[in-house]
């Protein structure tokens, strides 16, 4: 390059990181309009008792906005939910090619959700959404943009693959594809080949490390194009719909009520009170980090949030109070498994949307056995903090001075240390009180409900506790958004997936066989292989897809045989859950180990306890209808 001249190339940083701070802006602007849309529109439905309609369809857009753009705004985070196990292992030219390989299928996904948005936009053009006040084009134009950031933003890590990666895995590419089209000129491409096709594709993705989400982008325009069955337009249209439910803005309301939480304070005063009630108790840490995470769970909704929220904070204090560390982030994994039936769970709100099952339903369901797995979880803990930990450090009982950050003993803790904790724990509370009684009273949706936590979150730890500042303020809302648009994001092109296995009857073929099945071996060899199912495929595809695709491949099956829909799906979520936390590939495991300053294969063994712990619980609740449905009234 000649002096003075300057390329794209020399000034990329500078334009990923410009793009990149314009996605977080407008994905900040989009949660934070939709927040306060909503809340509007629950100021005029039950205080004016005069509905606006419109607010729905415009904070319908804004979840569709932080689906497509929050995921372009993850992209460039580089927080998209991937499986790399085996690319983690891998080393020189080889971890290259996956890194290439894993960047041009995001390009790939990417431009078709680009190009078969343009399509779709045209054919609406002119149309208006159902109130007749809006344009109906508001909902495809976050596909078309988001797409095209995600394109330049697969761009950027293309370049940052070496040439050999680069043109290697573009060789494997082309050859693949190659192959594939000699072989369809030869012969034609049935539905069920195509399904297979997709499936190769989606686990040759997945074992080189391409993000969950796209690994199922990637299977489904396969099978669009190998079956020519249906128009490219079909690949939005579907994505679209996926998030178009205004049920499913509850999701990155509640993850931004947990962030709002750890932003202002709330949720370290609330962790240093409930240690203030136990940490007389010998291995009392444990017991708190366990109520800990049942109250967030019940708050955030977000497991990712909840285990990053509650283990900073409980990590360091009980790796000073003489915990062992690695058995400290095992308990925390195994309490998020736990969490997963606390509401108001994400995967619950998932679930009942596309398995068309009670939230509010589940959400009572789910109580009693979070009850049942953290009393286990919690005798199991004091047990092993007592054989683990030393004379010395159990003589150390008090625990609330590393919570405070000060030297003094629990002896002399001050009384506006206590103060400031109680003040902390009555916050939450309240926020509790509204989300449980708003929900579970009828009183609102979940999401309506959400929008008001947030609000609450903001105001009244803004003005009690006076930490947020306008730099964390602001930051917050990116998070959010990214972790929102991460979840969304899978959601979307898991719905494409869904809907090919609908087309292709495969939910009532899997009913049919598993009924069959059952009336040969009984119910309890369905539940067992439904247990195994989840589990194992939790662990793969992160959880929430699992349950995207396989919650409405087994509920009519379950129905048939005369299982009841909560039961069940309480099943489902806790198997994912354990599946999501399990070693070696659980992703959720994964975080809690970067929470807590351990390694995967050191946290394995000592999880293995706390797991078969909630796996026996499972078993209960299999078993034992009543465990889920005497909260119900069924």
Not at 171 to 182: E, K, N, P
Not at 317 to 325: D, E, F, H, V
Not at 372 to 388: C, D, K, N, Q, Y
Request: aromatic residues 8%; positive net charge.
């Amino acid at each position: 390059m000649l002096p003075g001249k300057s390329t794209f190339f020399s000034h990329r940083p500078r334009v990923e990181k410009a793009l990149g701070s314009l996605m977080g802006l407008v994905c900040g602007l989009m949660m934070a309009g939709g927040v306060i849309v909503v809340f509007i529109g629950v100021i005029y439905r039950y205080f004016l008792l005069n509905p606006l309609q419109w607010t729905d369809e415009v904070a319908t857009s804004s979840l569709i906005g932080v689906t497509f753009l929050g995921g372009a705004l993850t992209l460039y985070r580089n927080e998209h939910i991937g499986v790399q196990v085996l690319r983690n292992r891998l080393r020189g030219v080889w971890e290259q090619i996956a890194d290439g390989f894993s960047a041009w299928m995001i390009l790939i996904v990417s431009a078709g959700l680009t190009w078969s948005s343009v399509p779709m936009l045209r054919s609406i053009a002119g149309q208006t959404t159902s109130s007749g006040l809006l344009p109906a084009d508001i909902y495809y134009y976050p596909l078309l943009i988001g797409g095209a950031a995600m394109c330049l933003f697969a761009v950027f890590n293309l370049l940052r693959v070496s040439l050999p990666g680069l043109g290697i895995s573009a060789g494997i590419i082309t050859a693949g594809a190659g192959i594939l089209s000699i072989w369809m000129s030869a012969i034609s491409v049935s539905p069920t080949m195509g399904l297979w096709i997709m499936l190769i594709v989606i686990i040759v993705s997945l074992l080189a490390g391409v993000p969950v989400a796209y690994s199922l982008g990637a299977g489904g325009l396969a099978y669009m194009g190998v079956t020519h069955s249906m128009p490219i337009t079909e690949f939005a249209q579907e994505m679209e719909s996926g998030t178009e439910n205004f049920v499913l803005l509850a999701i990155p309301f509640f993850i931004l009520a947990g962030l709002v939480m750890e932003v202002n304070g709330m949720s370290r005063r609330l962790i240093a009170f409930l240690d203030l009630l136990l940490n007389r108790v010998r291995g009392g840490l444990s017991l708190v980090l366990i109520v800990s995470m049942a109250v967030f769970s019940g708050i955030s909704g977000s497991k990712s949030a909840d285990v990053v929220a509650v283990g900073s904070v409980m990590m360091p204090a009980m790796r000073k109070s003489g915990y062992n560390n690695d058995d400290s982030v095992a308990l925390l994994a195994a309490t998020a498994v736990m969490g997963e039936t606390i509401p108001p769970c994400i995967n619950m709100i998932i679930l009942g949307y596309v398995a068309n099952v009670s939230i509010s339903g589940l959400f009572l369901a789910g109580i009693l056995p979070a009850g049942i797995m953290a009393v286990a979880l919690g005798i199991t803990a004091v047990i092993v903090a007592r054989r683990t930990m030393t004379s010395m450090q159990q003589n150390c009982r008090g625990s609330s001075r590393y919570l405070e950050g000060t030297k003094a003993t629990a002896q002399r803790i001050s009384v506006r240390y206590i103060a400031s904790a109680v003040g902390g724990a009555l916050s939450a509370a309240v926020m509790i009180v509204i989300i449980v009684g708003g929900i579970e009273g009828g009183i609102a949706t979940p999401t309506e409900v959400s929008s008001v936590a947030v609000i609450y979150a903001l105001v009244v730890g803004g003005l009690a506790f006076r930490e947020m500042t306008w730099r964390s303020f602001s930051e917050f809302w990116v998070r959010s958004a990214s972790m929102a648009g991460m979840i969304l994001f899978i959601v979307a092109a898991a719905q494409m997936l869904a809907y090919i296995l609908t087309v292709n009857t495969i939910p009532q073929q899997m009913a049919a066989a598993l009924t069959g099945m059952a009336a040969s071996s009984g119910t309890w060899a369905f539940l067992l292989i439904s247990i195994a199912m989840l589990i194992i495929m939790g662990s793969v595809l992160e959880g929430a897809p699992a349950l995207i695709i396989f919650g409405p491949l087994l509920l009519p099956a379950a129905t048939q045989l005369g299982i009841n829909p909560l039961q069940f799906g309480i099943l489902l979520i806790i198997s994912m859950g354990i599946g999501l936390f399990a070693p070696p590939l659980g992703v959720g495991l994964y975080t809690a180990c970067a929470v807590g300053r351990t390694s995967m294969e050191n946290v394995a063994r000592p999880v293995v306890k706390y797991l078969a712990v909630i796996m026996v619980v499972l078993l209960l609740i299999a078993f034992i209808p009543a465990i889920t449905l005497v909260v119900p009234g069924y």
